[in-house]
């Protein structure tokens, strides 16, 4: 390809509302053009990269025995009903609309259900599975924060496969081989070092899931890493135990303080002469929708993790009570809650962040007054059990090897959900065993976002000069540069761009009229990752300027010499 056949030109600067670095980039260098927040259209050079990010995950799947279809992105609300999934409150991201008809759709965010429904047409007996069936497809999010580029849009390209097995064990020999098979995809474009599977909450998917988190500064997750096991956990559902801090142990006697107006743990801690961590944080939760109240503490150091209270609590929702519900059960106003003082009929769930301490801050569940210098068993009865309902932090301790863990932000590439027969009984998806009996079938779904891998890639493989895509992604493996207008010299250029085409290596051929300067500042802009010159002085020696664009190094290099760098 040559540059004078690209529509395309490359910008010293993006525009000035882009503030991820993923998009600056790719925008400047002519891959993706915004439309809007969100919202992005990829340019022929910007499909290159897609589609080869694309064929690694195409061949990995296909290894595993995943079938390639494509189903359709509008979808009949009765498809979603099935699973209750059709709620606005259950998913908050679905998009709505009428046809002409008055007939309502959805715009596809996800295929379980209606790839359940498609494959009870071909999927009756035993003899039938299993079944490994994957797409690529646009796919929507009504995300309300667009700000980190192609990383997390409104719109973007995934890959979604979704698996039917004959029973548990064969599905988890499968959900296994996929672990091991999106580690080789991540492997192969140069990420698998940095990239952890990482134990998650499955959302409104399922109750837990596996993430791939890779390591990188503009990614909105955060992982917590075990150093000796490298066992990866999202900060969401991370098991994790305070760091204990020293505490005096002679107990002073019980106060109650006045403290009405005082807005956050260190206004409060301030204000009672404590450290943060000998105060404690008490939330009412109304449960499953009722009037049940819970009561959930944790230090003041720590927040409450609702996902992790739900699970203690054996409840499918939890929703902070209301100032009128908390002022009914308890008498006071909201902020004043406790252990002190409080009623019986609220269950209380206390972290284990609290088990160790002495002379601690509470509420009184008394309007404006707090307690000091509380302690267990003397003021208020000691929990029988405590429990891990924070959500974890820095300098906080994994249970079980007692390490403190290594925190990284990460951006998520990738996710796999194991349903189990959930999916299945809401769908009555079955089919007829060996006996003749009619069985559940075992479900997952596996996804890799395509477009957002291309962010994490334009982040991590790039530089002060531009984009370094590794070379299984690169649009094209050679940028070939032509210095003067001389016609030997544009002879040889197009001589050097059928070779190295001859040797398997796709190039892209700028023979523009820019000046020399501004070619080599193209080309490592578009990442390119190796750049050969063509010129006067080249053909005088019989050689080609050659530099890599990972390396400062320039080289003159034969014919034979070049072939064995474009090609290793």
């Given at each position: 390809m040559k540059t004078s056949e690209l529509y395309i030109r490359t910008f010293k600067e993006a525009p000035a509302e882009e503030v991820s670095k993923n998009a600056q980039l790719l925008i400047r260098a002519g891959y993706i053009y915004k439309v809007m927040a969100g919202v992005y259209a990829y340019s022929p050079l910007g499909i290159r990269v897609l589609e080869n990010i694309k064929q690694v995950v195409r061949e990995e799947m296909n290894a595993i025995g995943g079938q390639e279809l494509i189903m359709s992105s509008l979808q009949k609300r009765e498809t979603w009903e099935t699973t209750s999934r059709w709620d606005d409150e259950v998913v908050d991201v679905w998009f709505k609309s009428h046809l002409k008809d008055g007939t309502e759709v959805g715009f596809a965010w996800s295929h379980e259900e209606a790839i359940i429904e498609m494959l009870k047409l071909y999927l009756s007996s035993y003899k039938d599975l299993p079944i490994y069936v994957y797409q690529f497809q646009t796919k929507l999010r009504n995300e309300l924060r667009a700000k980190s580029g192609i990383m997390r849009g409104r719109e973007f390209i995934m890959k979604d496969m979704y698996s039917c097995s004959l029973d548990a064990e064969h599905h988890e020999?499968?959900?296994?081989?996929?672990i091991e098979a999106y580690m080789r995809v991540f492997n192969r474009l140069g990420i698998g070092d940095e990239t952890y599977v990482t134990f998650a909450s499955g959302g409104a998917f399922t109750q837990f899931s596996h993430e791939f988190q890779t390591l990188c500064d503009a990614g909105e997750d955060v992982i917590y890493l075990v150093p000796s096991t490298k066992e990866a956990f999202n900060e969401e559902i991370a098991p994790a135990k305070a760091a204990p801090?020293?505490?005096?142990?002679e107990q002073k006697p019980f106060e109650e303080v006045e403290g009405a107006g005082i807005v956050g743990v260190t206004a409060l801690a301030k204000q009672l002469g404590l450290p943060e961590q000998?105060?404690?944080?008490?939330?009412?939760?109304?449960?499953?929708?009722?009037?049940?109240?819970?009561?959930?503490?944790?230090?003041?150091?720590?927040?409450?993790?609702?996902?992790?209270?739900?699970?203690?609590?054996?409840?499918?929702?939890?929703?902070l009570a209301t100032p009128e519900q908390v002022k009914a059960a308890t008498g006071a106003e909201i902020g004043y809650a406790g252990v002190v003082n409080?009623?019986?009929?609220?269950?209380?769930?206390?972290?284990?962040?609290?088990?160790?301490?002495?002379?601690?801050?509470?509420?009184?569940?008394?309007?404006?007054?707090?307690?000091?210098?509380?302690?267990?068993?003397?003021?208020?009865?000691?929990?029988?059990?405590?429990?891990?309902?924070?959500?974890?932090?820095?300098?906080d301790i994994h249970p079980e090897t007692g390490e403190v863990y290594v925190v990284h932000k990460t951006a998520e590439v990738g996710n796999i959900f194991n349903f189990g027969l959930q999916k299945s009984q809401d769908t009555d998806f079955t089919y007829t065993n060996e006996k003749g009996e009619q069985q559940f079938v075992h479900l997952g779904s596996y996804g890799i976002g395509v477009t957002r891998l291309m962010g994490v890639l334009a982040e991590k493989c790039s530089d002060e000069k531009g984009l370094v895509w590794?070379?299984?992604?690169?649009?094209?493996?050679?940028?070939?540069?032509?210095?003067?207008?001389?016609?030997?010299?544009?002879?040889?250029?197009?001589?050097?761009?059928?070779?190295?085409?001859?040797?398997?290596?796709?190039?892209?051929?700028?023979?523009?009229?820019?000046?020399?300067?501004?070619?080599?500042?193209?080309?490592?802009?578009?990442g390119i990752p190796h750049r050969v010159v063509v010129s006067t002085k080249t053909i005088k020696a019989g050689e080609y300027e050659y530099k890599a664009r990972t390396s400062t190094e320039i080289s003159m290099v034969s014919a034979e010499t070049l072939a064995k760098l474009l090609t290793a």
């Open positions: 020999a499968f959900y296994q081989g996929c801090f020293e505490q005096n142990e000998q105060t404690t944080k008490t939330m009412l939760y109304a449960v499953d929708g009722g009037d049940k109240l819970i009561a959930a503490v944790v230090r003041g150091d720590h927040d409450i993790n609702e996902d992790k209270l739900k699970t203690v609590s054996s409840t499918q929702k939890v929703a409080l009623p019986e009929h609220i269950t209380l769930f206390v972290d284990d962040s609290c088990e160790s301490l002495i002379n601690f801050e509470t509420g009184c569940n008394k309007t404006n007054f707090h307690a000091r210098y509380v302690n267990w068993e003397r003021d208020v009865p000691k929990p029988a059990q405590f429990y891990d309902i924070k959500i974890a932090k820095q300098g590794p070379m299984s992604v690169a649009p094209y493996q050679v940028y070939i540069v032509q210095i003067g207008t001389d016609p030997e010299i544009a002879a040889e250029a197009a001589k050097l761009c059928e070779i190295a085409q001859s040797w398997g290596v796709s190039v892209l051929y700028d023979d523009s009229d820019k000046r020399p300067g501004e070619k080599f500042a193209d080309a490592d802009l578009l």
